[in-house]
């Protein structure tokens, strides 16, 4: 089946700096892709819905500015998280959504700020 | 707004014995339902979905599950668990008329299996 790989697996940043995760569909272009946030014992959200070459559609209360989405190809978008903190320490998958309607997820990624 | 609950945050069974992780949702228009597992630092595989045609769906490694409206339930079974079964077990609903965009998560429930 397609793959959806997630990059990198775990990252601790500094509170204040910036870090990058990215989503890559490796065998079918993905005109969308979806940024998902899940904290502890809690649900996956949706935090936004990135289309290629153009606007992150971001969901009500997430800071567009704080989560930097690029879809810039169709087989790549990017999250930046911005000016991290310890509250913004959770686990972040994508997934990605193929010619065929099928969605396919990452692996996730966790972030930890210290 | 749509919502997902799964009740019981934890399920054990032992080897053989049936499967049941319960489901139930809540939306203003004709649901699509999903079921995906999770194994430890993978990511989410599909095991089955319903889009309005059979209520019930058959997916991958034995698992079904059937769409009760009149219950707004989906819950996910299985005749008998395979240790191979212990993972995150995530339902999840999205809008019918969007198709598969966006996915409303419940919390998880987490399958342990003892031999």
């Known amino acids: 089946g397609a793959v959806v790989s997630q990059h990198p697996s775990r990252v601790i940043c500094k509170s204040g700096t910036s870090v990058k995760i990215e989503c890559r569909s490796l065998?079918?272009?993905?005109?969308?892709m979806f940024w998902y946030r899940q904290f502890p014992k809690q649900s996956l959200m949706l935090m936004a819905t990135s289309n290629e070459g153009s606007k992150a559609t971001y969901e009500q209360g997430v800071e567009k500015d704080k989560f930097l989405i690029n879809h810039a190809s169709l087989t790549l978008s990017t999250l930046t998280v911005t000016s991290a903190h310890p509250e913004d320490s959770s686990f972040y998958i994508c997934?990605?959504?193929?010619?065929?309607?099928?969605?396919?997820f990452g692996e996730g990624s966790w972030l930890t700020v210290v | 707004a749509q919502s997902v609950t799964q009740l019981g945050s934890h399920v054990s069974v032992s080897e053989g014995a049936l499967v049941l992780l319960r489901c139930n949702y809540s939306s203003s228009v004709p649901p699509y339902l999903f079921w995906y597992v999770q194994y430890p630092n993978q990511g989410l595989q599909l095991l089955l979905k319903?889009?309005?045609?059979?209520?019930l769906v058959k997916g991958i490694n034995g698992f079904e599950a059937e769409f009760k409206k009149s219950e707004t339930s989906f819950h996910l079974t299985k005749p008998s668990a395979h240790m191979s079964d212990a993972a995150e077990y995530f339902c999840a609903v999205s809008e019918g008329n969007t198709g598969f965009q966006k996915l409303v998560f419940g919390t998880g429930t987490r399958l342990l299996v003892s031999p």
């Open positions: 319903y889009t309005s045609a059979a209520t």
């Open positions: 065998d079918f272009q993905a005109t969308t």
């Open positions: 997934s990605a959504r193929e010619s065929g309607n099928t969605i396919y």
